[in-house]
Nanobody, 122 residues
Framework: QVQLVESGGGLVQAGGSLRLSCAAS????????MGWFRQAPGKERDFVAS????????YYADSVKGRFTISRENAKNTVYLQMNSLQPEDTAVYYC???????????????WGQGTQVTVSS
């Protein structure tokens, strides 16, 4: 079983940046592809970004391409989401997830963190 804990969320003005971190428990972090999803109140949970187990393959939602960067440090059991040029529409709870492959499909991810709130003010 994998426990995931997100951190780094907060309040930021439009145009600002935040870096989210997701720390995983255990010694099998490198065997998982990782993903970031987000959900705003009243909206569906949306895919944000995903990264392969080795970090060599990444996949982004069109809405964040060019602004967000997913990365990982397997030695630290941590995946990151660098978010730049944040806009109010990025406001959501951001969730970290672990699964078998790079994917935008929520159901393919086996483990989920508790989420961290990102609020972007205009």
């Amino acid at each position: 079983q994998v426990q995931l804990v997100e951190s780094g969320g907060g309040l930021v003005q439009a145009g600002g940046s935040l870096r989210l971190s997701c720390a995983a428990s255990g010694r099998t972090f490198s065997t998982y592809a990782m993903g970031w999803f987000r959900q705003a109140p009243g909206k569906e949970r949306d895919f944000v970004a995903s990264i392969s187990r080795s970090g060599g393959n990444t996949y982004y939602a069109d809405s964040v391409k060019g602004r967000f960067t997913i990365s990982r440090e397997n030695a630290k059991n941590t995946v990151y989401l660098q978010m730049n040029s944040l806009q109010p529409e990025d406001t959501a709870v951001y969730y970290c997830a672990a699964g078998p492959t790079v994917s935008s499909f929520s159901y393919l991810y086996n483990y989920w963190g508790q989420g961290t709130q990102v609020t972007v003010s205009s």
